[in-house]
C-alpha cells in the first residue's frame, strides 16, 4: 500500500505543476491544412475519481483523422468548452480562442501519470492505448475514463502501440468474419500498400493465406513490390496489369485453378470493378474504404450466377458492437502477432511538434497536406516535443 502511494507521487509531480495543455484543434470543418491549428489552454484539473491522466507520447495521423476533419466521416469528437486558452481573444488569422474545440486524433499510445482515488486496475507508470474512438489523441495529455483504456504489453514498442487499435484488427477481423479461410485460400485486395493492406499481407501469410495485392503504378514501383513481397505477399500486381485479359489465365495458374474466395477493398472506382471479376463463385466482397471517392459499379452477372456477396465493414462499428472482453482479446492477438515478429509496425516517420503554436500549426498543416495529396508513403506519427 505505502509502496503504491510513493510510485503514484513520483510521477504526479509534474501533473500537479502547472503543465498546460497544449493540443491540435479545430473549430469547424474544412480542410485540415487551413482550420487545424495547435494551441495552448490552462493545466487541466486533476483527474476525477475513476479517471486517470494519461501523458501522450505517439499519436498516428490516420487518413479517417484526415476525413473527420473535412467532415465526411460518420465519427466525430465532441466539443470541449472546458479547454480555457492561456492567448489572446483571436488567432492571427481571425479563429476565436473564446469558443469551444475540438481536438483531433482519435489513435495513440501514452503512460499514466495519475490516477483518481476510485481507479483500479491501472496505476502510474501503465500504458495503455485508447479502448473508446475520439478521445482527442493530438494533445499533450488528456484525463481520460480508466473504462476508457486498455494496457500495452511492456514488449511492444511504442510505435507498434500508437497503431495496434485501428488497422490492424481491421486487417484481422476482415480476414475472419465474412467467409471461412483455410490454409492455401486465395484472396485478392487493392490499396495493398495501405496500412490496412500492409497488415492484411501480414496476418494473411501468418494464417497460411495466398494474397494478390494490387497498387498504383509509380516510379518506384519495383521498390514497393520488393517490400510487399518481403512482408509476405504471394503476388503483387498494378491496376493495369489486373486489366489485362490475359491475366485472367496468369491468375488460374498461380491458384491452379482455386476459387478466389475474398475480396478486400479500400479504393472504390474502375479498378475495385475488376478486380471483383477476379472473385469466384459464391465469395465476398468486403469494402472498407474508398479512396479514389469513386462508387463501386458492378454487373448484375455477378450477382446472379456468381452469388457474389457484398459487406461493408467498419472497425468503429465493430468495437461499438462488442464488449470490452472480446476488444481486449482482439489487442491481445495483436500484440501476439507483433511479439512473434508475424507483424511489423508500419513504416513510419515521427514528426516532433516544438516551438511555438505557430509553429507547430504550420509543421502539421505541411504534413496533412502530403497526407492528403496521397504522397507520402509512411505513417506520420505525432510527438509533442518533452519541451512544450
Same mark, same amino acid.
Not at 498504383?216 to 493495369?240: K, P
Not at 474502375?270 to 466482397?285: E, I, Q, S
Not at 458492378?298 to 457484398?310: A, E, G, M
Not at 508500419?346 to 511538434?353: A, K, S, V, Y
Given at each position: 500500500?505505502?509502496?503504491?502511494?510513493?510510485?503514484?507521487?513520483?510521477?504526479?509531480?509534474?501533473? @500537479?505543476?502547472?503543465?498546460?495543455? @497544449?493540443?491540435?484543434?479545430?473549430?469547424?470543418?474544412?480542410?485540415?491544412?487551413?482550420?487545424?491549428?495547435?494551441?495552448?489552454?490552462?493545466?487541466?484539473?486533476?483527474?476525477?475519481?475513476?479517471?486517470? @491522466?494519461?501523458?501522450?507520447?505517439?499519436?498516428?495521423?490516420?487518413?479517417?483523422?484526415?476525413?473527420?476533419?473535412?467532415?465526411?466521416?460518420?465519427?466525430? $469528437?465532441?466539443?470541449?468548452?472546458?479547454?480555457? *486558452?492561456?492567448?489572446?481573444?483571436?488567432?492571427?488569422?481571425?479563429?476565436?480562442?473564446?469558443? $469551444?474545440?475540438?481536438?483531433?486524433?482519435?489513435?495513440?499510445?501514452?503512460?499514466?501519470?495519475?490516477?483518481?482515488?476510485?481507479?483500479?486496475?491501472?496505476?502510474?507508470?501503465?500504458?495503455?492505448?485508447?479502448?473508446?474512438?475520439?478521445?482527442?489523441?493530438?494533445?499533450?495529455?488528456?484525463?481520460?475514463?480508466?473504462?476508457?483504456?486498455?494496457?500495452?504489453?511492456?514488449?511492444?514498442?511504442?510505435?507498434?502501440?500508437?497503431?495496434?487499435?485501428?488497422?490492424?484488427?481491421?486487417?484481422?477481423?476482415?480476414?475472419?468474419?465474412?467467409?471461412?479461410?483455410?490454409?492455401?485460400?486465395?484472396?485478392?485486395?487493392?490499396?495493398?500498400?495501405?496500412?490496412?493492406?500492409?497488415?492484411?499481407?501480414?496476418?494473411?501469410?501468418?494464417?497460411?493465406?495466398?494474397?494478390?495485392?494490387?497498387?498504383?503504378?509509380?516510379?518506384?514501383?519495383?521498390?514497393?513490390?520488393?517490400?510487399?513481397?518481403?512482408?509476405?505477399?504471394?503476388?503483387?500486381?498494378?491496376?493495369?496489369?489486373?486489366?489485362?485479359?490475359?491475366?485472367?489465365?496468369?491468375?488460374?495458374?498461380?491458384?491452379?485453378?482455386?476459387?478466389?474466395?475474398?475480396?478486400?477493398?479500400?479504393?472504390?472506382?474502375?479498378?475495385?470493378?475488376?478486380?471483383?471479376?477476379?472473385?469466384?463463385?459464391?465469395?465476398?466482397?468486403? *469494402?472498407?474504404?474508398?479512396?479514389?471517392?469513386?462508387?463501386?459499379?458492378?454487373?448484375?452477372?455477378?450477382?446472379?450466377?456468381?452469388?457474389?456477396?457484398?459487406?461493408?465493414?467498419?472497425?468503429?462499428?465493430?468495437?461499438?458492437?462488442?464488449?470490452?472482453?472480446?476488444?481486449?482479446?482482439?489487442?491481445?492477438?495483436?500484440?501476439?502477432?507483433?511479439?512473434?515478429?508475424?507483424?511489423?509496425?508500419?513504416?513510419?516517420?515521427?514528426?516532433?511538434?516544438?516551438?511555438?503554436?505557430?509553429?507547430?500549426?504550420?509543421?502539421?498543416?505541411?504534413?496533412?497536406?502530403?497526407? *492528403?495529396?496521397?504522397?507520402?508513403?509512411?505513417?506520420?506519427?505525432?510527438?509533442?516535443?518533452?519541451? *512544450?
Amino acid at each position: 500500500m505505502n509502496f503504491r502511494f510513493v510510485q503514484r507521487s513520483l510521477f504526479s509531480t509534474a501533473s @500537479r505543476q502547472n503543465t498546460a495543455f @497544449r493540443a491540435l484543434v479545430y473549430q469547424k470543418n474544412g480542410n485540415p491544412a487551413e482550420v487545424l491549428k495547435a494551441q495552448t489552454f490552462e493545466p487541466l484539473a486533476f483527474p476525477g475519481p475513476s479517471q486517470v @491522466r494519461v501523458k501522450l507520447l505517439l499519436s498516428p495521423i490516420n487518413p479517417a483523422d484526415i476525413n473527420v476533419i473535412e467532415g465526411v466521416y460518420p465519427d466525430a $469528437p465532441i466539443l470541449r468548452p472546458d479547454l480555457i *486558452s492561456k492567448t489572446g481573444a483571436k488567432t492571427s488569422s481571425g479563429d476565436d480562442l473564446g469558443k $469551444p474545440v475540438f481536438v483531433g486524433g482519435n489513435e495513440a499510445v501514452g503512460v499514466i501519470t495519475d490516477a483518481g482515488s476510485a481507479v483500479q486496475g491501472f496505476k502510474a507508470g501503465d500504458r495503455v492505448i485508447f479502448d473508446k474512438s475520439q478521445l482527442g489523441a493530438w494533445a499533450t495529455y488528456q484525463n481520460v475514463e480508466a473504462a476508457q483504456l486498455a494496457k500495452v504489453d511492456d514488449d511492444i514498442s511504442d510505435v507498434a502501440a500508437a497503431t495496434m487499435r485501428i488497422n490492424p484488427p481491421t486487417a484481422l477481423l476482415m480476414l475472419r468474419s465474412f467467409t471461412s479461410l483455410q490454409p492455401g485460400d486465395w484472396i485478392i485486395q487493392n490499396g495493398a500498400n495501405s496500412a490496412v493492406g500492409q497488415a492484411v499481407i501480414q496476418i494473411g501469410a501468418a494464417l497460411g493465406l495466398n494474397t494478390i495485392n494490387l497498387v498504383r503504378n509509380r516510379e518506384n514501383i519495383n521498390e514497393l513490390m520488393i517490400r510487399l513481397h518481403a512482408l509476405g505477399a504471394t503476388r503483387v500486381l498494378t491496376y493495369n496489369e489486373l486489366a489485362d485479359k490475359a491475366m485472367r489465365q496468369e491468375v488460374k495458374k498461380w491458384t491452379n485453378g482455386k476459387l478466389i474466395k475474398l475480396g478486400l477493398n479500400c479504393v472504390g472506382g474502375r479498378d475495385t470493378t475488376t478486380m471483383v471479376g477476379y472473385l469466384g463463385k459464391d465469395a465476398h466482397l468486403v *469494402s472498407y474504404g474508398a479512396m479514389s471517392k469513386s462508387p463501386i459499379s458492378l454487373p448484375t452477372s455477378y450477382f446472379i450466377f456468381k452469388n457474389l456477396t457484398c459487406h461493408g465493414y467498419w472497425q468503429s462499428r465493430w468495437y461499438a458492437d462488442h464488449s470490452k472482453a472480446d476488444r481486449l482479446k482482439v489487442y491481445a492477438e495483436i500484440m501476439d502477432l507483433i511479439r512473434q515478429k508475424k507483424l511489423k509496425a508500419p513504416e513510419h516517420e515521427i514528426l516532433e511538434l516544438k516551438g511555438s503554436d505557430e509553429e507547430v500549426t504550420r509543421t502539421v498543416a505541411h504534413a496533412t497536406k502530403r497526407l *492528403s495529396a496521397g504522397s507520402h508513403g509512411k505513417k506520420i506519427l505525432l510527438k509533442w516535443a518533452s519541451s *512544450s
